[in-house]
């Protein structure tokens, strides 16, 4: 069975509207005078562009969403922002600038954010070597366990209690005698579920990952969600707020 014959991945989906600076003047003084600066990189759109998280459905550019999703309503990241409705951003511009015209970010609510340890979310988790070799494993198990792939965090939730379900009653082991079993599928076999297998590979104090209102000064990845303010860096450049010399 091909995966692309049974799930249908999120693309990431985000409404934007220009705005208009003079209605934030306070906010971006504030934010240029910090010197604290998270970055994003976007389209070229307006100089100076209003998003809302609440708005994002986000699945996932390097893999199948399932740990954005896992990491959105699981119990032990409920103090962070759910990453499947938020802006994934950067402290790194030259990163940023991977992905587009580099823009500033601007909390406007004085929300929490989600730090991770490193500069990428992916790059996060000592024991997972490979997201997309998880995310496979875990589609795998999906199918071998429901003959169904979940398509949002609800289903993947329930699709992951009948796993560790089977698992429990020994009605579904992740070692086919027949097959080779994948590095994942061998890692779970050592767990009595998936459920088990998630929180300890996931835990986010286990991993460095923290949550904060303040922007880190490492090369770290960085996401939120709520209203945000996104300013292109050459029209900060240009109106004075950003000096890149200094």
Excluded at 1 to 28: C, G, H
Excluded at 138 to 148: G, L, Q, S, T, W
Excluded at 177 to 190: C, F, N, V
Aim: one cysteine or more; proline letters at 6%.
């Amino acid at each position: 069975m091909k995966l692309n014959e049974v799930f249908s991945p999120l693309r990431e989906n985000e409404t934007y509207s220009a705005a208009d600076a003079s209605q934030y003047e306070e906010v971006i003084a504030n934010y240029f005078h910090k010197k604290k600066f998270l970055y994003r990189g976007m389209k070229k759109t307006s100089p100076v562009i209003l998003g809302d998280g609440n708005s994002v459905k986000r699945g996932s550019s390097a893999a199948l969403p399932y740990i954005n999703w896992y990491t959105s309503v699981s119990e032990a990241w409920k103090k962070f922002p759910p990453r499947d409705k938020s802006f994934i951003c950067t402290t790194y511009v030259d990163y940023a600038r991977r992905y587009g015209y580099e823009h500033f970010v601007i909390p406007l609510e004085s929300q929490d954010m989600g730090i991770c340890p490193v500069y990428d979310f992916w790059a996060s988790f000592e024991k997972i070597n490979s997201i997309p070799g998880l995310t496979q494993m875990m589609f795998d198990v999906f199918y071998d366990v429901a003959e169904r792939t979940p398509q949002t965090p609800q289903e993947m939730m329930t699709l992951i209690a009948e796993v560790d379900k089977k698992m429990l009653s020994g009605e579904y082991s992740p070692i086919a005698e027949d097959e080779r079993p994948s590095p994942y599928e061998l890692a779970l076999s050592r767990y009595k579920t998936l459920t088990d297998y998630l929180k300890d590979c996931t835990d986010p104090s286990l991993n460095g990952f923290k949550v904060s209102k303040e922007v880190p000064r490492n090369n770290q990845e960085v996401w939120l969600t709520g209203k945000v303010l996104f300013i292109e860096k050459q029209y900060a450049v240009e109106k004075g707020w950003f000096n890149e010399t200094k």
